[in-house]
């Protein structure tokens, strides 16, 4: 058993820990060794074997499987490692366990603790988790240590490595893990995009670079004009496979993929495990092994506690600034509010202004210098509240991300799902407030599963509208392309609105479109407009 163990471990770089002398004996008669006489002669016999200084992991592996269980875990493949579990079970530079240390990282994520051992064992996998799940560094470290053990690149060279991503704001956000932590290999990176003047990321490409990250239009057209080449490139990253493919990207992630060397190394993550990314996967990964956190079918990260009030339009305005004061008394407040429109960021970003509020901004119209000013304002705390649409809801990678506002509900519930996991980050506690208003109705249905995979308390009026609700198969959890509104006629939202004025004074909700017992603000609370608390059963 031991002789499998240590063959399994060396196989991706792992050193077993024994901090038991019997244990230890039990290995060597196991290896075919005879019992050992004293502690030292043990020493310096398996002094190569094992670190008694180190955590006893092989203790912890006897709780694998609870640990896989405990974190939703599930795998698919053959040969598959077992997770580790602490850092110090990687065999990797001392330099770059520093960083990791230096970045307070306290221990692998469970995409992670699964994930490396795969990847640096050299497999094809494909890992399916939510946002905020340690992905990035999850295929960022093995990129690293798989460039490091390539030959030295020469003038002319394509990059090494290779990750696709589907926004400029993911991609930008990938470029800063990959410099914090290349720089201990002295690994060069360039972040390739659209939307930006080409001639930046022309000379990155022709100086040469370890590792190019990039939306798939614009390496088309750097490959297309020669500027740089795959010919060398042995590593490759799709990151968010399922929104590259939404988005139409399908036919450049293939055009790029037949230009790499068929003996590559292949990742591919996702949220979702749609028919189009399993046949991407079945097309370029080779034996791959599949890693599952959570399920299969897009849900949100339960640190995340998930707030739904139902309202008129002409309310929110009202309620936003009511929740971003109480938010402010929070100790962490750092937000992002989120609206569906360019017109609706700008109008929602100097409203806040003119009330002393500290935001930016940023949305497709925004251009790339004043975006990247936008975003280090918010990264940096001189603006406590961001102000975006759909654009920064994939691509912004904030840890510290206390506080999501829906201020506008997006048309699917998939993009809410990806909106609220700007919050609960690195395994941290987040809140989400949605104001969700009757022109939403269609959507109700599949908002209250969300809700309920992760056992969130759910707005009787939410649960009132469901039920007069005629549709509600706006997302992943049913076909994509059922999306509406309801009915041109007015259909199940205006029954519903009809049926809930003849219930205004059960539900607190009168004729002039207020809420009473049940909502935010009670008109008759001596607290004051804006003196409710977080923690109110309201929420």
Not at 512 to 528: A, I, K, M, V
Request: hydrophobic share 35%; glycine share 8%; proline share 4%.
């Amino acid at each position: 058993m031991f002789r499998t163990a240590l063959t399994k471990a060396a196989s991706y770089g792992l050193r077993p820990v024994l901090t038991s002398r019997t244990s230890a004996v039990a290995m060597t008669r196991s290896m075919g060794h005879g019992p050992v006489e004293s502690d030292a002669e043990f020493d310096a016999r398996y002094e190569n074997y094992f670190n008694r200084a180190d955590i006893d992991a092989w203790e912890i592996r006897k709780d694998v499987e609870s640990y896989r269980e405990e974190h939703q875990i599930t795998v698919k493949g053959t040969n598959v490692p077992e997770p580790i579990l602490q850092f110090s079970e990687l065999n990797i530079p001392e330099k770059l366990m520093k960083e990791i240390m230096r970045q307070k990282y306290e221990a692998p994520t469970p995409i992670q603790a699964q994930g490396w051992p795969v990847a640096l064992g050299g497999q094809d996998f494909v890992g399916i988790g939510q946002t905020g799940s340690g992905k990035t560094l999850g295929f960022i470290l093995p990129a690293l240590m798989h460039i490091a053990k390539q030959p030295k690149r020469e003038p002319g060279d394509g990059p090494t490595a290779l990750i696709l991503a589907p926004t400029r704001e993911l991609a930008q956000q990938i470029l800063k893990v990959a410099e914090i932590f290349g720089k201990t290999f002295n690994i060069r990176s360039a972040c390739i995009f659209g939307g930006a003047p080409r001639g930046r990321q022309m000379f990155q490409l022709q100086r040469g670079v370890d590792i190019v990250i990039a939306t798939p239009g614009r390496l088309i057209d750097f490959l297309e004009s020669s500027v740089t080449n795959l010919d060398r490139c042995s590593y490759l990253i799709l990151d968010e496979a399922d929104r590259m493919l939404d988005m139409g990207f399908e036919p450049q992630i293939r055009n790029i993929i037949e230009r790499i060397n068929p003996e590559r190394q292949t990742m591919m993550w996702s949220a979702t495990w749609p028919e189009e990314v399993q046949a991407l996967a079945r097309d370029f990964l080779k034996s791959y092994i599949q890693l599952n956190v959570g399920s299969l079918s897009l849900s949100a990260n339960p640190n995340i506690t998930q707030h739904v009030k139902v309202c008129d339009e002409d309310e929110k305005e009202d309620k936003l600034k009511e929740l971003l004061m109480e938010i402010r008394k929070e100790d962490e407040h750092k937000t992002i509010v989120f609206a569906q429109t360019k017109r609706k960021v700008d109008w929602l970003a100097n409203m806040l202004r003119r009330n002393d509020w500290p935001v930016a901004f940023t949305h497709g119209d925004v251009s790339q210098n004043r975006r990247d000013l936008a975003l280090d304002r918010f990264r940096t705390g001189r603006a406590k509240i961001l102000v975006a649409t759909d654009v920064a809801a994939r691509g912004l990678d904030v840890d510290d991300v206390k506080f999501v506002i829906n201020y506008d509900f997006p048309n699917c519930v998939e993009d809410y799902v990806h909106r609220i996991g700007r919050t609960g980050r690195s395994g941290r506690k987040g809140d989400s407030y949605t104001f969700f208003t009757y022109e939403n109705a269609s959507l109700s249905k599949d908002l209250i599963k969300v809700l309920q995979e992760n056992d969130q308390k759910i707005d009787e009026k939410l649960m009132e509208m469901s039920k007069f609700s005629r549709r509600g198969k706006n997302s992943k959890f049913q076909q994509r392309s059922d999306r509406g509104y309801g009915s041109r006629s007015g259909g199940s939202y205006g029954t519903y609105r009809k049926s809930n004025r003849q219930f205004s004074d059960r539900d607190g909700y009168d004729r002039n479109n207020s809420f009473n017992n049940t909502g935010w603000r009670n008109r008759d609370d001596n607290r004051g407009k804006y003196n409710r608390s977080l923690h109110d059963e309201d929420w």
